[in-house]
């Protein structure tokens, strides 16, 4: 089977940085394929498609180099399966707060004895090769956003989950669920704390740490801090600071002020 080349990167101690796709162009997950992101997301929970825009978009990530994933839109075993059997090289499931869910979500992620899903790996047998059934469990990455205060208050138990490679944090819905605004940098006191707290935990039990960094800064502090797997904000975003960057200068004004001003307002310090 082919392997995964991100998680070869986090076995070996390097940190992968990931596109994340919210626009349901496959020319441009194409093009971010090869732009030099260890993998490209595709967001079906945010992202202005649906699962079959996100199977063609899987097909474009993985013409080029990049590592193709998916967010689904929630814990659905169902939908899981599809984007599994389409290719997606790890599943990033949102909101999971507590260890049953992880565990419920582990288990849509792999085969009998260590899970539940179905087999019929379609385009996965394709990009993975004819040992696909042999190898997928071992080779698809399976992250558990921690995303709220019960997923915080459960982080111990959804890390000791079996067959759970990390967490994945959403600094966003996190600074919602603490009672602060989303898209504030710098990040708040709260979510700063809570994102060492995942960090340290997720190390002590032998899990990776990724999160969504709103911008570039912040994810090469997240790295700096033991995050081995970062979304620099997605497609929308960065399109939008560099739109805001190039009409600024060519109308005579400082492009660094118009970055600032491009991600100081909501949604653009969100990432979004
Ligand atoms: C969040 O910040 O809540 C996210 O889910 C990032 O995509
Ligand atoms: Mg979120």
Request: aromatic share 6%; glycine share 12%.
């Amino acid at each position: 089977m082919r392997r995964n080349d991100v998680r070869d990167m986090l076995a070996r101690g390097e940190a992968a940085v990931v596109a994340w796709m919210s626009t349901d162009s496959p020319y441009l997950a194409e093009v971010l394929s090869y732009c030099g992101y260890d993998a490209v997301t595709v967001d079906l929970q945010h992202g202005m498609f649906d699962v079959g825009r996100a199977i063609q978009l899987l097909q474009a990530v993985s013409s080029g180099p990049a590592v193709p994933l998916a967010r689904c839109s929630g814990l659905d075993p169902a939908q899981i399966g599809k984007l599994l059997d389409g290719g997606a090289y790890g599943i990033i499931c949102p909101g999971v707060d507590t260890a049953e869910q992880a565990a419920a979500f582990v288990r849509a992620c792999r085969y009998p004895p260590r899970g539940a899903r179905s087999f019929g790996p379609s385009r996965g047998l394709l990009y993975g090769g004819s040992d696909y059934v042999d190898h997928a469990d071992d080779t698809v990455l399976t992250w558990a956003m921690i995303e709220s205060k019960d997923g915080l208050a459960n982080l111990d138990a959804i890390l000791a989950t079996p067959g759970l490679d990390g967490v994945f944090v959403g600094p966003n819905d996190l600074a919602l669920s603490l009672g602060e605004r989303p898209g504030t940098l710098p990040l708040s006191e709260k979510v700063t704390a809570a994102m060492s707290e995942i960090a340290t935990a997720a190390r002590a039990a032998e899990r990776w740490a990724g999160a969504f960094a709103p911008d570039a800064d912040l994810a090469r502090r997240l790295i700096d801090s033991g995050y081995q797997f970062v979304a620099p904000g997605n497609d929308v975003s960065v399109l939008r600071q560099a739109a805001a960057q190039r009409i600024a200068v060519a109308r005579g004004g400082s492009g660094a002020a118009a970055k600032d001003s491009a991600v100081r307002d909501l949604p653009g310090s969100s990432g979004y």
